[in-house]
């Protein structure tokens, strides 16, 4: 049970993480969120947003954490 409660205790500490980046999105030097692949619908009174591109990178760097992570724990 040990390895569950170090488990939970690290996803903790890396949502807190991702939670302090999300707070200061627009202040991260990486250019998240103005990819070239987000897409951007702006109408009168409407704007659309959805960042394709951005979504596709943390996608990618979080599941080599986590395959990172999980290859280490099981050692």
Do not use: A
């Not at 999300?22 to 990819?35: A, D, N, S, V, Y």
């Not at 009174?45 to 954490?65: A, D, K, Q």
């Amino acid at each position: 049970m040990s390895e569950v409660g170090k488990v939970l205790l690290l996803m903790g500490f890396v949502l807190l993480i991702l939670g302090l980046l999300l707070t200061f999105f627009e202040k991260l030097p990486l250019g998240l969120g103005r990819l070239p692949g987000d897409i951007v619908i702006k109408r009168d009174n409407f704007t659309f947003y959805f960042p394709l591109g951005t979504s596709i990178i943390l996608s990618v760097v979080f599941s080599l954490l986590l395959t990172l992570l999980f290859s280490l724990l099981r050692k």
